[in-house]
Every structure is written in C-alpha cells, then in structure tokens.
C-alpha cells in the first residue's frame, strides 16, 4: 500500500536561506531574521522577495501549508505553536477522511 506523507518544513531564523534559495519560497507566505539594524549580514527578506517570497515581520511565526517559519529564537514558543498547529491540522484532515 502506497502511503503518501505530507512533511512539515520548518524554519527557524537564518535557516530560511536555504528555503529562499530554492524553489520551496516562490509564492509562499514566511518570515525570518529580522534585526536589519544590529545583524544586517543574518536578514533573509531580500532573498526571499527576489525569490517570489511573500515576506512577513509583523507576525513571530508564518504558517504557510506545510512551510512553517519563524524569526528568532525569541519567538521559540511561538515557532513550536505553529507546528503543533500544522500536526494537529494534519491528525484532523486524517480523522475526517476516515
């Protein structure tokens, strides 16, 4: 049996490069480092707008489907809500299709 698995991709601060650099950013909604004035080296914004990103800093976490981001370390709380969002999104969608 053919089992199909949806995965969560998550992100936490700078680790959004790599999401901004690939094709996963194009057209999604995600947030990242934000303190442009203290850490100008570590903002992702640019890259993920050049990307076809849609770019939020008004929010600590951004779910988006399966892409799950968050700012800083800071904000961890709100980054391990987001993601026990999206499970228990998941855990829903396969109760209601039973």
């Not at 790599?18 to 992702?44: N, Q, W």
């Not at 951004?62 to 391990?80: A, K, P, Q, T, Y």
């Amino acid at each position: 049996m053919n089992e199909v698995r949806v995965l969560c991709n998550s992100i936490l601060l700078n680790q959004g490069k790599l999401v901004a650099k690939s094709v996963i950013a194009k057209g999604r909604h995600l947030t990242g480092f934000h303190l442009d004035k203290e850490f100008p080296d570590l903002v992702i914004r640019p890259i993920v707008e050049a990307s076809g990103g849609i770019w939020s800093d008004d929010s600590p976490v951004v779910v988006d489907g399966n892409l799950v981001s968050s700012r800083h370390l800071n904000d961890i709380e709100h980054f391990v809500g987001g993601i026990r969002s999206w499970l228990s999104q998941q855990s829903n969608s396969k109760t209601n299709l039973k």
